[in-house]
């Protein structure tokens, strides 16, 4: 098999729909020699997915299961997920051992960035551009002399500023697709770079583009999102202007997008079921690590977020664990049934999904995993964390303005100039990626991946 580059292109949380269909993207569709919808992890959020993508492995083996992960099984402390925790072998860790040149930029859990045979710039997850955000550091004077002060995030997504986070969303694009399309005329073998405007786009304005939206708001913004998109594409033109006709090209995303319904305020739905007891009813909202929990009598309690985590008080895995194994299993099934069969605030059905971390992952890291991971309204509701509501139902996130969810199937693209894989694929998951660019460029599979290669 030829060796081949390949350039993998990265747009975090961009949407099938939008990116096959909906949308005009002459740039990208003319890539969808082999495409379809890619099934994102389970969760299907930033982190773990990208790094599922790039190691073909699921979070079980990986062993985190969101940004912030519960530090063994402490009812307060927590950990975050970034590079570090990183233990298995990426496709730029394998690449760089073979001594092919790769080029990495705005891979999500980069930061702190290692050592690879080429140049990496990290991600969002990195706390500023002060700290180190390039392999080798001097890149870093390289990337000011050509974008100034580079954008790692826009200062807010969760703003009411709408205007102005549009225009830091453009600035940010605009200077990491200059330092991409640098990096382009470099030597490399495999080039991977993540976008994260769509996400920040998606989760600031979608209610001005989506008309069964909610909260869905007439506005001069309503083209916003399809105009961000051609912008992209036209920059992704661009690039592929660059790169040789034996590349191999890649367009990737997490998750998808779409709509927020509202949240589910799991915290207080888990009191009012009698599974969560606070020593005092807090007479307005609060955030749950600031109320006191009497553990002596909890059974459950859980994290909020795109999804929810929920964590049950084991005897002889928490300090002052309440159930029994045998218990356990009986309340965590009691618990699944009964968030399955939540209705929402008008009475349908929510269509709430329930996951047990045995049943969908494998691997050493799965006894740290949740004991139960929630989708509520299947992904079209978040979760709360705060407890105090006059009701399970609010529609107004804790962290500020919020107008979309992630969904669980994100876009793949392949043009492959060997023609080895095409046509329209089915049941393409996440974990496939890495198999199948190893295979790509002829490099060897390590054991124990998830994924499938779409060349086997």
Known sequence: MNRLKVFVIGLDCAPPDLVFDEFDLPNIQQLMDCYGELTSTIPAITCPAWMSMVSGKNPGKLGFY????????????????????????TLWDIFSREGKDVSIIGVPQTYPPKPVNGIMVTSFLTPDINHQYTY??????????????????????????KHKLLSQIYEMTEKRCTVVKHYLKKKWDFFMWVEMGPDRLHHGLWKFFDPTHRKYTESDLQSAIPEYYQYLDNQIGEMLSLVDEDTCVMVVSDHGAKKMEGCINVNDWLIQEGYLHLKEEPTQIVPIKKVQIDWTKTSVWAWGGYYSRIFFNVKG??????????????????????????KDDRGAPLNTKAFRPEDIYTGKYVREAPDLIVYFGDLYWRATES?????????????????????QKGIFILKDPEERVSGKKENLNIMDCAPTILDLMGSTKPPGMDGHSLLE
């Open 66 to 89: 969101g940004f912030r992960n519960r530090k063994g099984f402490s009812y307060t402390d927590m950990w975050i997920a970034n590079s570090l925790a990183v233990k298995e072998d």
């Open 136 to 161: 080798p550091d001097a890149l870093k004077t390289e990337i000011k002399d050509l974008v100034g002060e580079y954008i790692l995030d826009v200062e807010e997504f969760r703003t009411e500023d």
């Open 317 to 342: 895995r928490e300090d002052a664990g309440v159930l029994t194994r045998e218990e356990y299993h009986d309340v965590r099934e009691e618990v699944k049934k009964k968030l399955e069969s939540m």
């Open 387 to 407: 407890v105090g509501h006059d009701s399970i139902y609010s529609f107004e996130t804790e962290i500020g303005p919020d107008d979309c969810v992630h969904a």
